[in-house]
C-alpha cells in the first residue's frame, strides 16, 4: 500500500515558507558573528556619559558600573572594551516529529489576524571581553535581522563586572579560572546553582550557558540545574542572575587573599 501525500493548506505552506527563509537567515546571521568593525570614530554621543567615554574623562567601564550609571549607548561598550565579543544564544527549535527539531538562532512566533499570520522573531545575545565582564540581551522584531541587532545593542547595555577566583577545595591555586563561590540565580521556573571547580574540569554546564560563562571568563565550573530547563530564555537568564550574584556578597578581607578574588578585569 502507497500512502497518498497530505496536501498542504495554504496556512501550512506560508508557515513552510517563512521557516525556510529563517533557515537561510540564520546561515547567514552565523556566518557573521564575528564582531563588525566598530564605528566610533563616526560616533556622535547624545548623552553625558557618552560625551565623557568620547572627550577621554572615563577610560575604564568600571568606573560606570561602580557608580550605577545607565548606558544608553552601546558605542560607550564599543570604546572602552574593544576586545569585546559577540555570540548568539539558540534559543528557538524548528519544527519536528516528536520535539525533534534543531536549535535554532531565533524564535518565531505568529498572530493569527483576518489578513493572514504575522510572524515575529526573537533573539538572544551574548557580549564580553572574557576578562571579567559579561552582558546579555533580549530583541525582538518582526524580521530577524533587527532582532539580532536589537539583542546586541541591549546586551551592550547591560554589562556588568563579576568576581572571579578559585573557590574549589580541590585547588587552592589563586588562579582567575573558576568563580570564589557557591551562587545560585532564578528566572521563571528555572533555578541554576554553580560550584567552583578545580582548575581542568571545564564548564560542566548547559550549552548555551557555557557561551556566557566563556564570555565572562570563566573556565571550570560544576552546575545543577532545576526546574523547566528546556526553555533556553529563562535558563539563559537564570545563569546570567548568578554572575550578578557574585559581585552582591559581602566577602571578607581574609577571604579575598585566600582566594585570589579580582573583580573585573585584571
Known sequence: MVREKKKL???????????????????ETLKEVAKEPSLIERWQPKTALGMKVKNGEIKNIDEIIDKGLR???PEIADALLPDLTTDFILIGQAKGKF???QRRLFKQTQKKTKEGNKPKFS?????GDGNGHVGIGLGKSKETLPAREKAIRRAKQNLIKIRRGCGSWECACKELHSIPFVVEGKSGSVIIRLIPAPKGTGLCVEKECQKILKAAGIKDVFS?????TRTKINLALACFDALKKLIMVKVKPKAVEKLGIIEGSK
Open 71 to 73: 548606558i544608553y549607548e
Open 123 to 127: 533573539a538572544m545575545a551574548v557580549v
Open 224 to 228: 545543577k540545574t532545576f526546574g523547566q
Open 9 to 27: 493548506t495554504k496556512e501550512e505552506e506560508v508557515e513552510r515558507e517563512v521557516s525556510e527563509e529563517v533557515e537561510e537567515k540564520e546561515e
Open 99 to 101: 520535539g525533534g527539531g
